[in-house]
Protein backbone atom coordinates (compact mmCIF):
# COMPACT_ATOMS: atom_id res chain seq x y z
CA UNK A 1 0.00 0.00 0.00
CA UNK A 2 0.90 3.51 -0.84
CA UNK A 3 1.56 6.42 1.94
CA UNK A 4 -0.59 8.64 0.46
CA UNK A 5 0.60 12.47 1.16
CA UNK A 6 -2.28 15.22 -0.28
CA UNK A 7 -1.36 19.17 0.25
CA UNK A 8 -3.89 21.55 0.06
CA UNK A 9 -4.16 25.39 0.45
CA UNK A 10 -5.71 28.30 -0.98
CA UNK A 11 -3.55 30.25 -3.81
CA UNK A 12 -0.33 31.79 -2.80
CA UNK A 13 0.05 30.41 0.20
CA UNK A 14 3.55 28.49 -0.79
CA UNK A 15 1.73 25.14 -1.38
CA UNK A 16 3.42 23.45 -3.96
CA UNK A 17 6.39 24.69 -2.24
CA UNK A 18 5.50 22.58 0.47
CA UNK A 19 4.60 19.88 -1.44
CA UNK A 20 8.55 20.16 -3.05
CA UNK A 21 10.23 20.17 0.30
CA UNK A 22 8.28 17.23 1.73
CA UNK A 23 9.08 15.24 -1.86
CA UNK A 24 12.29 16.25 -0.94
CA UNK A 25 12.64 15.30 2.68
CA UNK A 26 11.46 11.70 1.62
CA UNK A 27 13.78 11.14 -0.73
CA UNK A 28 16.46 12.50 1.78
CA UNK A 29 15.23 9.44 3.98
CA UNK A 30 15.48 7.07 1.59
CA UNK A 31 11.17 6.99 1.29
CA UNK A 32 11.60 6.38 -2.54
CA UNK A 33 10.64 6.16 -5.56
CA UNK A 34 8.42 8.90 -4.56
CA UNK A 35 5.13 9.76 -7.17
CA UNK A 36 4.62 13.32 -7.28
CA UNK A 37 1.25 14.56 -8.40
CA UNK A 38 0.82 17.38 -9.63
CA UNK A 39 -3.37 17.85 -9.67
CA UNK A 40 -3.24 21.57 -10.10
CA UNK A 41 -4.46 22.51 -13.72
CA UNK A 42 -1.70 25.75 -13.40
CA UNK A 43 1.39 22.89 -13.28
CA UNK A 44 4.31 24.35 -11.22
CA UNK A 45 5.45 21.56 -9.08
CA UNK A 46 7.53 20.16 -12.14
CA UNK A 47 9.58 23.46 -11.87
CA UNK A 48 10.14 23.22 -8.10
CA UNK A 49 11.15 19.77 -8.56
CA UNK A 50 13.99 20.47 -11.48
CA UNK A 51 12.23 19.17 -14.20
CA UNK A 52 9.50 19.45 -16.84
CA UNK A 53 5.99 18.14 -17.35
CA UNK A 54 6.02 18.07 -21.47
CA UNK A 55 2.84 15.92 -21.39
CA UNK A 56 -0.82 16.54 -18.93
CA UNK A 57 -3.22 13.76 -17.97
CA UNK A 58 -5.24 17.03 -19.84
CA UNK A 59 -3.79 17.09 -23.23
CA UNK A 60 -2.69 12.60 -23.88
CA UNK A 61 -6.95 12.01 -23.40
CA UNK A 62 -7.45 14.25 -26.09
CA UNK A 63 -4.25 12.55 -28.25
CA UNK A 64 -6.16 9.07 -26.97
CA UNK A 65 -9.40 10.07 -27.91
CA UNK A 66 -8.01 11.29 -31.41
CA UNK A 67 -6.20 8.22 -31.73
CA UNK A 68 -8.93 6.00 -31.09
CA UNK A 69 -11.31 8.11 -33.23
CA UNK A 70 -9.56 7.37 -36.24
CA UNK A 71 -9.19 3.79 -36.06
CA UNK A 72 -5.27 4.11 -35.89
CA UNK A 73 -5.11 1.82 -32.74
CA UNK A 74 -6.79 -2.19 -32.96
CA UNK A 75 -7.26 -4.85 -30.00
CA UNK A 76 -7.27 -1.99 -27.38
CA UNK A 77 -9.81 -0.82 -25.30
CA UNK A 78 -9.99 3.10 -25.26
CA UNK A 79 -9.39 2.93 -21.03
CA UNK A 80 -6.26 0.91 -22.10
CA UNK A 81 -5.03 2.93 -24.37
CA UNK A 82 -5.33 6.33 -22.50
CA UNK A 83 -3.86 4.19 -19.76
CA UNK A 84 -0.65 3.77 -21.77
CA UNK A 85 -0.80 7.23 -22.96
CA UNK A 86 -0.59 8.78 -19.51
CA UNK A 87 2.30 6.36 -18.57
CA UNK A 88 3.99 7.69 -21.18
CA UNK A 89 3.43 11.40 -19.90
CA UNK A 90 5.24 10.19 -16.92
CA UNK A 91 8.20 12.33 -15.82
CA UNK A 92 11.05 10.32 -14.74
CA UNK A 93 13.24 12.28 -11.68
CA UNK A 94 16.52 10.19 -10.36
CA UNK A 95 14.33 9.71 -7.09
CA UNK A 96 10.62 9.98 -8.04
CA UNK A 97 8.40 10.06 -10.83
CA UNK A 98 5.75 12.91 -11.88
CA UNK A 99 2.84 13.37 -13.59
CA UNK A 100 0.79 16.62 -13.91
CA UNK A 101 -3.27 16.83 -14.50
CA UNK A 102 -2.85 20.21 -16.47
CA UNK A 103 -5.69 21.84 -18.16
CA UNK A 104 -7.98 19.69 -20.44
CA UNK A 105 -7.99 20.96 -24.14
CA UNK A 106 -10.88 23.02 -25.18
CA UNK A 107 -14.14 24.33 -23.91
CA UNK A 108 -15.56 22.26 -20.78
CA UNK A 109 -15.47 21.69 -17.14
CA UNK A 110 -12.78 19.52 -16.03
CA UNK A 111 -14.85 17.03 -14.61
CA UNK A 112 -13.95 14.15 -16.86
CA UNK A 113 -9.96 15.14 -16.87
CA UNK A 114 -10.85 14.97 -12.64
CA UNK A 115 -12.08 11.38 -13.25
CA UNK A 116 -9.15 10.61 -15.69
CA UNK A 117 -6.90 11.60 -12.59
CA UNK A 118 -8.48 9.43 -9.92
CA UNK A 119 -8.35 6.56 -12.39
CA UNK A 120 -4.89 7.11 -12.84
CA UNK A 121 -3.66 7.71 -9.13
CA UNK A 122 -5.68 3.99 -8.51
CA UNK A 123 -4.04 2.21 -11.63
CA UNK A 124 -0.29 3.92 -11.06
CA UNK A 125 0.10 4.73 -7.11
CA UNK A 126 0.41 1.51 -6.11
CA UNK A 127 3.46 0.92 -7.81
CA UNK A 128 5.13 3.33 -5.74
CA UNK A 129 5.52 3.29 -1.19
CA UNK A 130 5.10 6.99 -1.37
CA UNK A 131 2.99 9.58 -3.39
CA UNK A 132 2.17 13.25 -2.40
CA UNK A 133 -0.20 14.79 -4.43
CA UNK A 134 -0.45 18.84 -4.76
CA UNK A 135 -4.01 19.66 -4.86
CA UNK A 136 -5.30 22.78 -7.14
CA UNK A 137 -5.23 25.85 -4.86
CA UNK A 138 -8.67 26.56 -2.97
CA UNK A 139 -11.52 24.90 -2.29
CA UNK A 140 -12.72 22.74 -5.01
CA UNK A 141 -10.15 20.17 -5.38
CA UNK A 142 -12.10 18.48 -2.17
CA UNK A 143 -15.39 19.17 -3.56
CA UNK A 144 -14.36 17.69 -7.27
CA UNK A 145 -13.45 14.59 -4.83
CA UNK A 146 -9.81 13.94 -6.46
CA UNK A 147 -8.41 12.74 -2.99
CA UNK A 148 -10.89 11.00 -0.43
CA UNK A 149 -8.36 9.19 1.53
CA UNK A 150 -4.75 10.28 2.53
CA UNK A 151 -2.16 8.70 5.24
CA UNK A 152 -1.50 12.32 5.99
CA UNK A 153 -3.48 15.56 5.08
CA UNK A 154 -1.57 18.26 5.12
CA UNK A 155 -3.08 22.33 5.25
CA UNK A 156 -1.21 25.22 4.11
CA UNK A 157 -1.82 28.58 5.33
CA UNK A 158 -0.51 32.14 5.88
CA UNK A 159 -0.53 33.89 8.96
CA UNK A 160 -2.97 36.33 8.17
CA UNK A 161 -6.45 35.97 9.97
CA UNK A 162 -7.86 35.41 6.51
CA UNK A 163 -5.52 32.62 5.88
CA UNK A 164 -5.92 30.78 9.14
CA UNK A 165 -9.86 31.16 8.17
CA UNK A 166 -9.11 29.40 5.45
CA UNK A 167 -7.89 26.83 6.71
CA UNK A 168 -10.70 25.91 8.89
CA UNK A 169 -13.04 25.96 5.97
CA UNK A 170 -10.71 23.86 4.57
CA UNK A 171 -10.88 21.50 7.25
CA UNK A 172 -14.93 21.86 7.66
CA UNK A 173 -15.15 20.81 4.12
CA UNK A 174 -12.87 17.67 3.85
CA UNK A 175 -14.90 16.18 7.07
CA UNK A 176 -18.14 17.27 4.80
CA UNK A 177 -16.98 15.78 2.27
CA UNK A 178 -16.20 12.67 3.81
CA UNK A 179 -11.99 13.27 3.04
CA UNK A 180 -10.44 10.36 5.46
CA UNK A 181 -7.13 10.39 6.83
CA UNK A 182 -4.62 9.04 9.24
CA UNK A 183 -2.85 12.31 10.26
CA UNK A 184 -3.80 15.97 10.22
CA UNK A 185 -0.95 18.62 9.55
CA UNK A 186 -1.49 22.41 9.52
CA UNK A 187 1.46 24.24 8.17
CA UNK A 188 1.55 28.08 8.44
CA UNK A 189 3.90 29.63 6.11
CA UNK A 190 6.03 32.67 5.44
CA UNK A 191 5.59 33.25 8.89
CA UNK A 192 7.42 36.67 10.13
CA UNK A 193 8.97 35.95 13.91
CA UNK A 194 8.19 36.25 16.71
CA UNK A 195 4.83 35.06 16.09
CA UNK A 196 1.84 34.76 18.96
CA UNK A 197 1.31 31.39 19.16
CA UNK A 198 -2.04 31.75 20.01
CA UNK A 199 -3.51 32.14 17.03
CA UNK A 200 -2.17 28.91 16.07
CA UNK A 201 -3.05 27.09 19.38
CA UNK A 202 -6.43 27.58 17.72
CA UNK A 203 -6.03 26.33 14.60
CA UNK A 204 -4.79 23.14 16.45
CA UNK A 205 -7.82 23.21 18.68
CA UNK A 206 -10.05 24.02 15.60
CA UNK A 207 -8.94 20.97 13.64
CA UNK A 208 -7.82 18.77 16.47
CA UNK A 209 -4.33 18.81 14.24
CA UNK A 210 -1.52 16.28 15.00
CA UNK A 211 1.13 19.08 14.18
CA UNK A 212 0.89 22.72 13.69
CA UNK A 213 4.34 23.10 11.12
CA UNK A 214 5.49 27.03 11.65
CA UNK A 215 7.77 28.14 8.59
CA UNK A 216 9.57 31.36 8.74
CA UNK A 217 9.44 34.16 5.59
CA UNK A 218 12.58 33.11 4.45
CA UNK A 219 14.98 35.25 1.93
CA UNK A 220 16.62 32.42 0.46
CA UNK A 221 13.68 30.50 -0.27
CA UNK A 222 12.13 33.58 -1.96
CA UNK A 223 14.65 34.28 -4.33
CA UNK A 224 15.10 30.25 -5.46
CA UNK A 225 11.45 31.09 -6.07
CA UNK A 226 11.29 33.78 -7.73
CA UNK A 227 14.53 32.70 -10.19
CA UNK A 228 12.90 29.13 -10.61
CA UNK A 229 14.88 27.31 -8.69
CA UNK A 230 14.55 23.81 -7.35
CA UNK A 231 13.60 22.96 -4.30
CA UNK A 232 15.88 20.09 -4.03
CA UNK A 233 18.74 22.23 -4.37
CA UNK A 234 18.31 24.52 -1.48
CA UNK A 235 20.70 23.90 1.20
CA UNK A 236 20.56 21.41 3.97
CA UNK A 237 21.54 24.21 6.32
CA UNK A 238 18.01 26.57 5.12
CA UNK A 239 15.84 27.30 7.99
CA UNK A 240 12.98 25.82 6.51
CA UNK A 241 14.31 22.70 4.84
CA UNK A 242 15.43 22.19 8.87
CA UNK A 243 11.88 22.28 9.69
CA UNK A 244 10.32 20.28 7.22
CA UNK A 245 12.59 17.83 7.55
CA UNK A 246 12.26 18.05 11.68
CA UNK A 247 8.41 17.66 10.91
CA UNK A 248 9.28 14.66 8.77
CA UNK A 249 10.99 12.41 11.44
CA UNK A 250 7.90 12.97 13.89
CA UNK A 251 4.91 11.92 11.45
CA UNK A 252 7.01 9.52 9.52
Request: some cysteine; overall charge negative; proline content about 4%.
Amino acid sequence: MSFVIAITGKGGVGKTTVAGLVIRGLIDRGKRPVLAVDADPNTCLDGALGVKAEKTVGSVREDAREIAGQGKVTGIAKQDLLNLKIAESLVEGEDFDLVAMGRPEGPGCYCYANNVLKQTLQEIASNYPYVVIDNEAGLENLSRRIVTKADLMVLVADPSRRGLDTVKRLFDLAREMGVQYGKLVVVVNRVHEPASASAFEAIREYTGADFVVVLPDNLELARSDENGLCLLKLPAANDVVVRMNGFLDKVM
